[in-house]
């Protein structure tokens, strides 16, 4: 125990322990410098509705001050960090054969940090999936989706795939689809749809609403009625307008058609007349002239046998 101990006190007495105490020094005072410098920077050049900016400022400052105070206290240890950097050479190459995939995706994020389609805050739509920038990582992009669950894409699939950014422009148009009656006066119904969308405080003046004329239907004349909104009224505004366009409709007596058939037998003023058959023969009197004739057509000759 004698002989532990006057180690011990040996050790911490030498050289040595001096320079170990000067490399934590070091080190802790890198992390220090390195959170205080990001802050710092973030400060200065983020803005302050610049998320990935700031993440991306405060990461690069921390690592990199860290990196520098960790170097500097393995040299204070009396590392040779020609070695290291030489072996690290030759472990990157190894890495980089074994993981082509990582490699791709890391190269992707830098293209993605480089171009910032999107960023941290904005909700953007991958292919099916919808949801809201968690963070944007070297490898990866995380999103929180609207139903409130985590999804991890790939970098590389971002730089392939078709983004949409929904929150990129401050404004937003809703293309709501409207169909009338054909009996309906057309200006009139024009006029109403103008005269919601100014009612409605969440329709934007500039750019002003238009209708478009889509076509004449198979029971309707449709019409695309365009507004405008603001990205954060856009819902609100979606649910919205409709309701208060069927209102309007209602009130002023708009009918809003939908698809149905009338079956002719020939004469374009008299339908065909549907009554209940059963239990009535082709010569019934209850049956209108016409439904006896096409009845009497498909009975059998007297020497046929029924099949």
Not at 1 to 7: A, D, F, G, I, K
Not at 50 to 65: K, P, T
Not at 288 to 304: F, H, K, T
Request: charged content about 25%; overall charge negative; proline content about 6%.
């Amino acid at each position: 125990m004698e002989q532990w101990w006057t180690l011990v006190v040996d050790y911490l007495q030498g050289p040595q322990a001096a320079a170990a105490l000067r490399a934590m020094l070091k080190v802790g005072l890198g992390l220090v410098l390195g959170r205080l410098a990001g802050k710092a920077l973030v400060r200065i050049f983020a803005e302050k509705d610049d998320a990935h900016r700031a993440m991306v400022l405060r990461r690069a400052s921390f690592y990199g001050i860290v990196g520098l105070f960790t170097a500097s206290a393995l040299i204070e240890l009396g590392f040779d960090l020609s070695v290291l950097l030489g072996a690290a050479g030759i472990l990157t190459v190894g890495i980089g054969f074994a993981s082509q995939t990582s490699a791709s995706n890391i190269i992707s994020g830098l293209f993605l940090l480089g171009e910032r389609p999107f960023a941290v805050g904005d909700i953007i739509k991958v292919g099916g999936t919808v949801g809201e920038v968690l963070s944007i990582d070297l490898l990866s992009v995380k999103l929180r989706t609207l139903d409130n669950l985590f999804v991890r894409i790939p970098n590389e699939t971002l730089i392939k795939s078709e983004v949409t950014n929904i929150l990129h422009f401050p404004i937003r148009r809703l293309d709501l689809q409207v169909g009338v009656a054909y009996k309906e006066d057309i200006e009139e119904v024009r006029e109403l749809l103008m005269e919601v969308a100014d009612k409605n405080p969440l329709c934007l003046e500039e750019p002003a609403p238009r209708i478009l004329f889509q076509g004449f239907g198979e029971s309707s004349i449709d019409h695309e009625f365009r507004v405008w909104a603001k990205t954060e009224n856009f819902l609100d505004l979606r649910n919205s307008l409709p309701v208060e366009i069927k209102e309007a409709f209602d009130e002023h007596g708009i009918e809003i058609p939908f698809p149905h058939r009338t079956i002719y037998t020939g004469e374009e003023t008299k339908p065909f007349p549907l009554q209940n058959m059963q239990g009535s023969g082709p010569s019934s009197p209850d049956l209108p002239e016409e439904a006896r004739q096409v009845a009497g057509q498909r009975e059998l000759p007297p020497d046929a046998e029924p099949e």
